[in-house]
């Protein structure tokens, strides 16, 4: 009995024991439930750019096993179960996710995108990073969630018409005002040529009214004393 029990033993702690090692090997380039991740430190922080070392890469673990928590609405999963490989110095890798209860088993590939893209936000503060500068190739950015305006569009609409309208309205009387105007300026001066052409006319002689004046006759009649 005693000998059963520690062949037991072994049993489970050579499972332990080999289990990362097995995990390990279900993360490969291009594998069916991997997921790449490019991440530009230099590009979104310039100067201030960090480095990115181990403490850096337990960060992003414990953020994807946060967002399987999240998705999942469970507590089980933890950084040992995201497991990461093919990492350059450019900062890329490639990730998988491996079932709490059995590390045999991959986590599908659609789960993770609805996971990663439910968190995103979250995931990219926890690095000071954008969808852009960290990115998960082959999952869509997070679109931005439409802005309502304050004003409802068919208030601004008619405001706009209102306005125009209005403005139509002040024009026409601003144009009737200025006709009328040079109207009457017209008729003014027209005016002023007239009796200025009638005082030059009793100047010469001559009346313009259709009155003879005598004064300026050659007839004897007329300018005998």
């Not at 991740?37 to 230099?42: F, G, N």
């Not at 000071?128 to 068919?154: C, K, M, S």
Request: charged share 25%.
């Amino acid at each position: 009995m005693r000998c059963l029990r520690m062949l037991v033993r072994i049993l489970v702690l050579l499972y332990l024991a080999g289990a990362p090692a097995l995990a390990q090997t279900l993360c490969q380039p291009n594998a069916s439930n991997g997921y790449r991740v490019r991440i530009s430190i230099k590009t979104a922080l310039g100067n201030q750019a960090y480095e990115w070392n181990e403490n850096e890469m337990f960060l992003f673990r414990a953020t994807m096993a946060f967002a399987m928590r999240r998705y999942y609405k469970t507590e089980t999963y933890n950084v040992d179960n995201i497991i990461v490989c093919n990492q350059t110095r450019r900062v890329s890798f490639w990730f998988v996710v491996i079932s709490p209860e059995n590390p045999t088993m991959l986590i599908p590939k659609a789960d993770v995108e609805k996971a990663v893209s439910m968190s995103r936000h979250r995931i990219n503060n926890a690095f000071l990073l954008t969808d852009r500068t960290l990115e998960f190739l082959g999952i869509y950015p997070t679109l931005a969630e439409p802005v309502n305006p304050d004003t409802p569009p068919w208030l601004i609409v008619f405001g706009v018409v209102i306005g125009a309208v209005f403005a139509g309205i002040i024009a026409l009387l601003v144009s009737s005002l200025l006709q009328k105007r040079r109207k009457e300026k017209g008729m003014m001066e027209d005016g002023q040529d007239e009796e200025d052409r009638q005082m030059k006319g009793v100047e010469n002689g001559i009346n313009l009214d259709g009155i003879y004046n005598r004064g300026f006759t050659d007839d004897d009649r007329f300018t005998k004393l």
